[in-house]
Structure formats: C-alpha cells, structure tokens
C-alpha cells in the first residue's frame, strides 16, 4: 500500500458516504415506506451508520430509513413508547435491553427471524457467541447488535520504558498490574503530590461491578442476586480499596480531580497522568484525535483468578423495535441489511453492512467471518487483539436482569463508597446486596402482578 | 436614600463628603459582586472562542490561542498536541505491512529496526508534537503531523469567532465536518443541490421556541387576566375560598402531577408536539393570577362604578378600563413567561420526542455525545447565541418589569 | 341566593371559567391521578395494578430516600437563607442611586437566564479541585495557615456546599422581586428616620425590614419550593441519579425522575412526590407561622 494507503482509503470511504447521503436524499423516493430511526451517536461517530443508512436506502426501493440522532436515548424511546409513537428503530445499548423486554417495551424478534426461516439460534450463530447472548433476554431474542465495543487493558509503552518496564510486555496477571502500577506511580518529590499512577481503578468508572465479575465473581446466578454471597465480589472490592490506601485519600482525590473529562484531549490516560487502563475499541479513535501517534499496546484483562486467561466484557450497542412501531417489517429489513456482510470483499468499495460500519467506526465487527479486506486493512492498529478477546471463552456480558438499570447504579454507588474509603468493603457489598436484593424481588413481583412470571418470587439469599 | 443624606440638617461639606465616601463604598460592592457574576460568563465567551482541545485545558486558559509551526516547508495552522518527554528521531517505514506510516521512534527502538525505517529527523525532549489543523478532513489521521522544537511554533492570540455559525450548524446534530461535505457537493454540483439537509438545525430549533413562547405568553396575558379580574374585582360566593385553594396550588411540586400530565397529553395525542409547551399556559395558573389580582386591585373601584351606571358589561369593563390601565402588569407577567419557557429544559425533555420539534434548550444537549466527547465550543457559542435575545429583552424591560412587580406587591 | 347573588356568581364563574378548566385539568385532575397511582404498581408502559400501601411502606424502609430527604433538606437549610441574604443585599445595593443601574440589575439577572446544560458547566471549571478559579482565589488565603483549599464537587462533605455556591449565582429572581419591593418603602420614612440621625442600620432595621416584610416571606416560600426541587443543576453535574461523589449529591426529585423515567416505577415515584407534597405544604405553614410571630 501506499504511504498513508490505509488512511486516504478511509477517508474516500467517509467522503462517499456523505456524498451517497447526499445524493440518495435529492433522489425522489415517493411511494417509499418511511422509517423512523434514532441513534445515540451524533458527530463523527454517526458518519459510519450514516453511510449504512444510506447504502441500504439504495440497495432497495421500499423502504427509507431517516437517521434522528437523538440524545439520553433509552428514556426518549421509553416516553415515545409510552406516548404511543415511537420510531420504527432504536439503537440502544445492550444493558437496556432486559429491563425493556420485561417492560414490553420491545418487540420480541422470533417472529420475524421465523418469517425469514430458521429459528432465532441459527440466525444469532453469525455472531461470537457472547454477541449472540447479548441479543437475548431469558432465551428469547429482543436486539441485534449495531456495533460492538469489547474491552481491553490499554498501555502507554512510552511510560513503560521511561520505568525500564519492558514495552511490549503488559502485565499478565494481577499481581503483575499492582507491581507495574507502583513503579510506573511517580510523586513531586518536594510536596508529594502524586504526578502519575500506573493504574487507578475509578478511571473510568463506568463498570465497577466488572472488577467483581473479573476476579471471578458472580453478580446474577439467574435467579436471585449473588453480590454479597460470593465471597469473590468483596475480594475485589478490597482491591479497590487498596489502591485508595496505598496513595493516599486526599492525595488520590486531589489528583483525580486534575484529570479533565473522558472524551476530551485531557483524559488521563491521553495526558500520561494514567499508564494504564481499561478502555473499549473506540478509544483507539479518541488517541487519532486527541494524541496521533501515542505509543500504545492493547492486552487481554491481567488474570486475576487462575487459569482465566482473556478475560474481557463485550459490550453492544444494539438494534431493537419499539413496540407499537409502524413498520416493524421494515425495521427487520434494516436490521438484517446491517448485520449482513460481503465475505469477499477485497476492497474498501464491497465493504457491505456491517463490516462498513465497524470499518468506518473503527471497531472490530460482531461477527464470526471476517472478509479479506476488512481483516487486512482495518484501521484499528490493534483490530486483531480485539477479534481474539470477542472471541475468548471468557468473555462476558453484562449480566441480564431486569433490573439492572438499579444494580448497575447501585454498584457505582458501592464503588465510590469503597474506593472514598467511606465505608468498608464488606459493608458497602452487604448493603448494595440488600439493596439490589430487594429491587428484584419488587420486580418479580411486579411481573406476577402483570401476568408476565406465572411462580410467586423466590426468596432471595441473604449474604 | 442619597436625598434623605443631603437633606439632613448636619453641615452640607461633611453630609457631602459622607455621601461622596458612601458611594464609593457602594461602587466598591457593585464592583466585586459584578466581577463575581462576570467572571463565569466571561468564560463562557472565552470558551465559545477557543479551538476544541483549548476549551477544557487543565490548567485553565483564558485567551485563545493559534499556533503555527512548518509542516513540510509549508507555514500551516496546529494545534499543539503534547510535549515528548524522551528524545528519539522521526522516521518513515520503509517495508512490511505498514510501509508509509511515519512514527516517533526512540534512540532504541529505531535501532533495533534500522533496516526497515528512513529517519527524518532528530527529535528532543521538551519538543511539541504538532499536527495540522484542518476543518475539512472528517479523519483527523490524515492530517500532516511533526515534532517541532517549542520556538519553532509560532503562537498568537486569535478569537475564532467561526465558531458561532459552524455551532449553529452543528445542532443538528451532524458535525461540521459532514456538513461542509455536504454542502461542497451542493457546490459543486447544482443539479444535485436537494434542500441542503433534512435534517432539523438551528433555524427550526429557533421557530419552535419562538412558537412555545409567543404562543405560551399570549395565553399567559390573556386568560390570567380574564380570572384575576373575576378574582379581584367581582364579589361572588366562594370567591376567597377559591382563590385561597389557588394560592395552595403554588406549593404543588411538579413531581406530584408529571405522570398523569404525561398519561393526559398522551390521551390527547399531544406527545411529541409542541402542545404540552404552551396550551396549558392559556388556562391559567397560580401565580400569574396572583400578580394580576394584586394589581387590578390597586385600580380605585369607581372607575368601574361609573363604568357601571353607563351601562358598560363586566367584559367590557375588564376590557376598555382595567386592562389599559394595567400594562405594566401585563408585561411583567408576560415577560416572566417568555423567560421562563424560553429556557425551560424539563418540559420539553419529557415531551417532545422528535429533532424537529426539539426547542433551543434542549438542542444545546446535542454537543454532548457519548462517544466523541462534548464540543465546549459549540455548546458554549450556541449559549452565548441563546441568552442574547433574552438578555437584549431583560435589558430594555426590566424597569416596566420591576416596576409591575413592585405595584402589585406593594398591598399584598 | 338572590338573582343578583345568582348574577354575579355567574358573572365569577364565568371569568374564571378558565382558570377552573384549567385548575381541573391540569392540577386536580393529575393530583387525584397520582394519589392513584400511588397506590399502584404501575410503569407508563403497562396499566397499574392496585398494591394498597406498598409503595410507602416501601418508601420507609428505602434508604435512598431518607438520604436524598436529608440532602435536600440540607441543600435547602443553606441555600434559602443564603441565597435570602444574597439576593437582598444585591438588591440595596441596586436601589442606590448608581449610575448604570440597568446594567447591574442586567448582570445580575443573567445568570438565572443562561442555559443550565452550559452554567453547570461553568461551574464544574470553577469548582474544579485542582485548576479551578474558586481554588485559585482560596488557596493563596489559606496557605498561611496551612490550610488547603477542598476539592469540591470530588469530596462527599463538600458537594452540597459547592452546589448551595452555585445556587447563590442564581438568585437574579429573588433579587428583582426585593429590588419591586424596596421601592414600595414610603421615602418620606427614610427622611424623618434622616432627620432624627438614624443611621444606616437602624433605618434598614426599622424602616426597610418591617415594610418588605410580605416580600420577604413570598421570596422564602418559593426559595423553599424551588430548592427543594432542585434538579436540573444536580441533574447535570451529579449525573442523574448517581449523586456522585458517594451518593453526597442525591437530591429528592432527581431520585424521583430516575425512579420513574429510568426505573418505570411510577407508582413508587408518585408516593414520592406526595411525601414531597405533603412536606413542602408543612414547611410552608411552618414558615408562615414563624413570620406571623415574629411581626407581632
């Protein structure tokens, strides 16, 4: 390839989205069926499912899609539903989709996959396994997934080697991280403050509950909550806790607070304030943006229990149908346009559905087959650590309770309790255990109430 | 209170250089309250200036900046991305798969692959990486890139005040990027120049919140005034009891009736439409009554006596005689409404549903994105761009409103 | 009822025949509606299903909402007087005879008119620990006694506090109603307390005080009702639901928004808001109370 080959490829395949946009919106499409469609993405994330958008608009005559981007997505689609008018499509994320379901919120999709032929099984097998799961909800399938994000151990080879820590080596197990973590930590030595660390759990802190979930722990056995009775989720908790103790409170607050958002040039991780971190696939497009060039490596999750290695959580953005949706015929088409695929694609131009999206987006694609063209030339320089972490044994997805919305909310709130050291682990796990505990039992009931769950509520396990 | 001091009786050079030393004072508080309100506000405009990456810089900075520096012999604009902290050398691979890509190599990576790689240049701790600033490439990689040493980039003072129509544009929610595409094809090629977008922007956002608060204080005007003159100048049974109940209903918090108003204006059809924004103020509420009553109750009952006898209707009455006379009343109760649905973010975060009904409040929410950060520039330019109109409004009527407050509140 | 009884009832009712449309349905109607409701389990996308006193007993034993209770509660305990005392003095201040009035009280005024999703961004930089403007001022006073500056919004014990500053930016509101009220006081007052050689404490005390009195206690009230609905601000820079750091943020109507918008647990959020209800009108005859007592 050319120099820069990769990079005028993408942007020839960016440019002709827009311009297909373009074209295909001045083309007349009388006679076509509309269909409503509202995606959390708006700026450069949204070029990606705009050109799918637009390929599908041109692949066939029935149907138009209108891509709405629309903010604080899962409750406009909650309150449109509710209000009777919802869009024929919405793109919500995966931990959604059981609290929606059991809300009736969304339509069920074994119909339509039957419709086509095969059973909801045949259909998801085109994904990893773990994508297949996300789709579901108690077996039954309500999404299909728009685009993934699995997540990754993400560090700066250039602190590394500033440490005398080989670069190319990124901690394999627990106690390697907490090793690397000390001596890649860095003090003022006059008023020690803490200038770096090597690791700090709260950044980010959008899934406390996965450090419980890695070092093994359960957090739904299916039936009742397992927070606070597996003795793992508190191990866990007391790693975290460690952290806090080992730098110090104030001094930990006081340099946590110098970061600047997530998603600006002054994140942590960008800035070298944090070597490493856990973060999903579309980091790599926030260092194109913020630091071009930075120097990093992408690894599977550390081992934090024996003989699991590749740990990783799979996250999905997902498709649904809102119930009470006009065309939900339609919406299905749509659907399937974007998980389908061309295996043969050789070049950027027969990248097809789903694989232009990733491509575009620069995420590794949900799917089992990879076309030639899309395994060689990604963009992603680490595309293929992420396939294999899609693909591992230990990959996990946010586990599927109806609640979840709560537990997810109520497990942050342990995390900053513990790692605020304003309440001790073990604390902090039996209260947030009593608390989601009680949230499900509501809910079970409710849903006996409505005529969804035939039994009474079992009982749920005190820790 | 200054006629009161230079009327005391005390000697007339002292009260005046007590009166002098007292202004000072005042002028002193005026002042550092002043600052204290600016000082965010001033920021706020700074920030609708700045490129992106200087919005949100720790630490702060105030003046935005330009940097330039030579890109391949060529003088373009920066943006200063970090300092490299190790020395190295730049180099261009020359072989195997990544062949063309150039990167930033230390001393011993670049000689462990010295086969495969062309060296550019030196690089030395403390050097700025560099890369071009360029509005028009949707992927931010293809844009040139260096290492620089700090002098050789040149930095100067420059408000970037493109900031404000491109954050206009940017509300509909696509990025400036895709817009500018967009419209160079428009450009280029007239046959295919559609309606530029179908997408809702500023301009849509603009006349749904116009029509929420034109609508809204029409409404407001003319049905509190219709009950305050039955509260104030009609003596019927139940009257007070009434109006007590009324007065009870300020105190009603707005969780207790969001979720039948929701089950209601969903009965009605009215979600997703800009009807739930302001049909409700033409039926009155609470406060606006109070005001109004209070200040038709100031007027002297004999202008209606004699209206009476003439034979004139109570409509006609509260038509020709109390509302004239009532205006600053009437726009202060219509300004507070104008201001107040302006700005409201909760209502039509509940009810409205689709982009093109969205009002301006809620479409400043479109520069927060989950996945590509928020941009501070446009969200603080497309602020600035929002409160001017009320400001301008505030700024020319605040003493007809201040003064309609003050008659109406003076016997309550 | 005599005819002209009958007459001028209808004539009444007749004017505010809106305001009775108006009151039905969109105030008594949803009140009635939401004490239903919550008795109910019930989310907007399924009907509700009547469970009797579940929802309060539930409301007891929930912890969240004592703690979002015991958050507004404080939020409100310093930002009403606070904020009582800010708006006031502004508004003495503005009531001078100064040049540019106009645009003092324009100034002041603003902040209650920029949008929130961009003032509580401000003050997120403000407030920031490290960087911050606020920090910057404090940390050169505190330094010679060894003190440091807090970090905040980052410090479960000073959150609220930061927030209750923030609140006090707001107080344009208050602050125009004060400045309408203060030119109601008879100047004749102000000369004769001049002649007598009151100074400017004794007349603002005897004088000023006693006669906004009624305004005061209006701006109380509201200042009550509004700080203990506080949302969008604690909405915005807690996160929703969250009350980040540690819960320290969570305030009553966000916790109430979340339970029904996110949660869809309306019924339990409509016994929510009649708790608030029921709260807000006893600290308003409280407070009203207080205020009889203390002009007699």
């Known amino acids: 390839m050319s120099p820069f080959g990769r990079a005028r490829v993408l942007r020839r395949g960016v440019l002709g989205a827009v311009l297909a946009t373009t074209f295909l919106r001045a083309a007349p499409d009388a006679g076509r069926i509309h269909l409503s469609y509202w995606e959390k993405w708006a700026g450069i994330d949204s070029a990606g499912m705009r050109a799918v958008v637009a390929a599908f608009n041109e692949a066939q005559s029935r149907y138009v899609v209108e891509y709405l981007p629309v903010s604080q997505i899962e409750r406009k689609v909650v309150v449109a539903t509710a209000g009777g008018d919802p869009p024929d499509i919405a793109g919500l994320w995966a931990q959604n989709v059981a609290s929606f379901a059991d809300n009736e919120a969304i339509l069920p999709l074994e119909d339509l996959v039957r419709r086509d032929g095969g059973t909801t099984d045949q259909w998801l097998a085109r994904y990893y396994p773990v994508y297949a799961d996300i789709c579901r909800h108690q077996g039954r399938m309500f999404a299909a997934v728009s685009t993934p994000a699995t997540i990754a151990l993400h560090w700066n080879k250039a602190l590394f080697r500033e440490v005398g820590l080989d670069p190319e080596r990124p901690p394999r197990t627990l106690a390697e991280l907490d090793e690397f973590s000390r001596r890649l930590a860095k003090r003022d030595p006059a008023t020690g403050a803490i200038l770096r660390l090597g690791f700090l759990p709260q950044e980010p802190d959008w899934w406390p509950w996965l450090y419980c979930a890695w070092f093994g722990g359960q957090l739904f056995d299916g039936r009742a909550v397992t927070l606070g009775t597996d003795p793992r989720n508190l191990a866990a908790m007391r790693w975290v806790a460690g952290y806090t103790r080992d730098a110090g409170l104030a001094s930990v607050t006081t340099f946590a607070s110098g970061f600047g958002k997530y998603g600006t040039p002054q994140t942590a991780f960008l800035n070298g304030k944090i070597a490493m971190m856990f973060q999903g696939v579309w980091f790599n497009n926030f260092i194109q943006k913020f630091r071009p060039g930075l120097d990093y490596g992408v690894a599977p999750f550390p081992a934090a229990q024996a003989g699991v290695e590749d740990f990783t959580l799979a996250e999905a953005d997902v498709l649904v149908i809102p119930r009470g949706a006009r065309h939900a015929d339609g919406a299905w088409e749509f659907i399937k346009f974007v998980n389908s695929h061309n295996a043969h694609a050789q070049n950027r131009s027969e990248l097809q559905g789903m694989e232009l999206l990733c491509f575009l987006q620069q995420k590794n694609s949900p799917l089992r087959d990879w076309s030639p063209f899309f395994t060689q030339h990604h963009p992603h320089p680490h595309i293929a650590e992420f396939r294999r972490l899609s693909a591992s044994p230990h990959a996990i997805r946010i586990p599927d309770v109806g609640v979840w919305q709560e537990y997810d909310r109520e497990c942050k709130a342990m995390f900053e309790r513990v790692r605020l050291l304003v309440a001790t682990p073990e604390e902090a796990i039996a209260y947030t255990h009593a608390r989601v505990s009680a949230s499900w039992a509501r809910h079970q009931l409710s849903l006996v109430r409505h005529g969804q769950l035939a039994e009474a509520p079992s009982p749920t396990r005190a820790p | 209170m200054e006629t009161a001091a230079e009327k005391s009786p005390a000697p007339v050079r002292a009260s005046r250089a007590r009166a002098s030393r007292r ?373 020319f009527a605040q003493k007809t409103f201040i003064q309609g407050i003050a008659t109406t509140g003076s016997r309550s | 009822m005599t005819p002209r009884d009958r007459r001028s009832l209808l004539s009444g009712l007749g004017f505010t025949s809106l305001w009775i449309v108006g009151f039905g349905t969109f105030v008594a109607y949803p009140m009635l509606a939401s004490l239903f409701y919550s008795f109910c389990d019930y989310s907007i996308l399924k009907s509700p299903v009547w469970c009797g006193f579940e929802n309060y007993q539930t409301l007891v034993r929930d912890d969240l909402f004592w703690k979002s209770l015991r958050n507004t509660l404080f939020f409100a305990g310093l930002a009403v007087p606070l904020g009582t005392i800010t708006a006031l003095s502004l508004a003495l201040l503005l009531n001078c005879e100064v040049r540019g009035r106009a645009f003092f009280r324009t100034l002041f005024y603003l902040p209650s008119i920029v949008p929130v999703v961009a003032s509580s961004m401000l003050w997120l930089w403000m407030l920031n620990g490290k960087f911050g403007l606020i920090n910057a001022l404090l940390a050169p006073v505190l330094a010679p006694f060894g003190l440091t500056p807090p970090v905040w919004l980052a410090d479960p014990a000073w959150a609220k506090p930061a927030l209750v500053m923030m609140s006090l930016w707001g107080v344009g509101n208050a602050m125009v109603i004060y400045l309408a009220g203060l030119q109601n006081v008879p100047r004749e007052l102000y000369e004769a307390a001049a002649i007598d050689g009151a100074g400017a404490w004794p007349r603002f005390r005897h004088i000023t005080l006693p006669t906004i009195a009624p305004v005061i206690y209006f701006n109380v009230i509201m200042g009550l009702i509004n700080a203990l609905q506080i949302f969008t601000q604690a909405f915005v820079i807690a996160e929703g639901a969250e009350g980040n750091p540690a819960r320290s943020t969570l305030f009553y109507t966000p916790y109430l928004f979340s339970t029904a918008f996110y949660d869809l647990r309306m019924g339990y959020a409509s016994a929510m808001a009649w708790v608030l209800f029921a709260l807000i009108a006893g600290l308003a005859w409280l407070a009203t109370r207080l205020m009889r007592d203390s002009l007699h």
Not at chain 2, 251 to 266: A, D, I, S
Request: proline share 6%.
């Open chain 2, 23 to 395: 202004q000072y004072v005042i002028y002193g508080l005026l002042a550092c309250a002043a600052l204290v309100f600016l000082t965010p506000l001033a920021w706020l405009l700074a920030t609708s200036l700045k490129p992106v990456e200087q919005t949100m810089s720790m630490p702060p900075t105030w003046i935005p900046r330009t940097h330039s520096a030579l890109l391949d012999g060529e003088r373009v604009e920066v943006s200063r991305d970090y300092q490299v902290t190790q020395p190295g050398v730049i180099a261009e691979i020359t072989a195997g798969p990544e062949a063309g890509r150039r990167l930033l190599f230390t001393d011993e990576q670049a000689a462990a692959r010295q086969a495969e790689i062309r060296v550019l240049h030196r690089v030395e701790s403390g050097w700025w990486r560099v890369t071009e600033r360029s509005a028009t490439n949707i992927v931010a990689r293809t844009a040139r890139w260096d290492v620089v040493p700090p002098e050789a980039i040149e930095s100067r003072v420059r408000f970037r005040w493109e900031n404000y129509p491109k954050a206009l544009v940017a509300l509909s929610g696509k990025s400036v990027e895709e817009i500018e595409a967009e419209a160079r094809r428009g450009a280029s090629a007239p046959a295919a120049a559609a309606p530029a977008s179908d997408a809702p922007g500023f301009s849509t956002f603009l006349g749904n919140t116009l029509t929420v608060c034109v609508l809204g204080v029409l409404g407001v005007v003319f049905s509190n005034a219709l009950v305050a003159y039955g509260f104030a100048r009609l003596r019927w049974r139940g009257r007070d009891t009434f109006f007590a109940i009324t007065l009870a209903t300020m105190m009603v918090p707005f969780p207790v009736l969001v979720v039948p108003l929701y089950g209601l204006f969903k009965q009605l059809g009215w979600i997703g439409t800009l009807l739930p924004l302001w049909a409700p103020a033409w039926f009155a509420s609470a406060f606006n009554i109070f005001l109004l009553r209070q200040f038709f109750r100031t007027i002297p009952e004999e202008l209606s006596e004699a209206a009476r006898i003439d034979g004139c209707s109570e409509f006609a009455i509260f038509w020709r005689i109390i509302l004239p006379l009532s205006k600053p009343a009437l726009a202060t109760a219509a300004l507070l409404h104008f201001l107040f649905a302006w700005n409201d973010f909760m209502g039509p975060l509940l009810y409205l549903t689709r982009q093109k009904s969205f009002t301006l409040a809620l479409a400043l929410q479109s520069y927060q994105s989950q996945q590509s950060g928020v941009q501070w520039h446009y969200l603080m330019a497309a602020s600035a761009v929002t409160i001017l109109p009320i400001v301008l409004l505030f700024f």
